[in-house]
């Protein structure tokens, strides 16, 4: 039975229980699929041997998430031999008309729906709504973890800046 952890984060003030492990810095990063905007699988190892921002967020249908994706998707140009992977159980046709609707590019969008196998291995799957909760990782071009952030409430911003200097450190780390 995977571990659940309550009380790390809230939606406006109401307690959920999240799903899985709690991922800390310095421990190796794990593996997960999800499929893309065409259905086709989406692994660690898939995004290559880069640096990658995992990002996991309830709804792209939501104003918050929104912000989010379009801002890490301004940002992605700074952030040479990154990879950002924006991941929710929005399903992909969801996930692909958001895209056309807002231009973004520079991310990998992909969703957990099918198995909620990112949800689980990252301790993100909220158990009460089968939706992630919002969350941020970095991982380092060698699979080990150098940024994890949990968000209190679902409707919080990240750290952006923290997130986009951890990656930058990671990828100008020697391999």
Known sequence: MPLERKNVTSMKGNP???VGNDIRVG??????????LETKPVTLASLGNKTRILLSVPSLDTSVCDTEAK?????????????????SVDLPFAQKRWCGATGVQNLVLASDHRETSF?????????ELRWLARAAFVVNPAGEVTYVEYLPDLGQQPNYEAIV??????????A
């Open 16 to 18: 959920l229980t999240l």
């Open 27 to 36: 421990s190796r990063a794990p593996e997960f699929s999800v499929i893309d």
């Open 119 to 127: 949800g689980q291995a990252y301790g993100v799957l909220i158990k």
């Open 165 to 174: 200097q951890a990656a930058k450190e990671s990828a100008a780390a020697p």
């Open 71 to 87: 801002e890490f998707s301004r940002r992605a140009k700074d952030l040479p031999n990154t990879a950002i992977l924006v991941v």
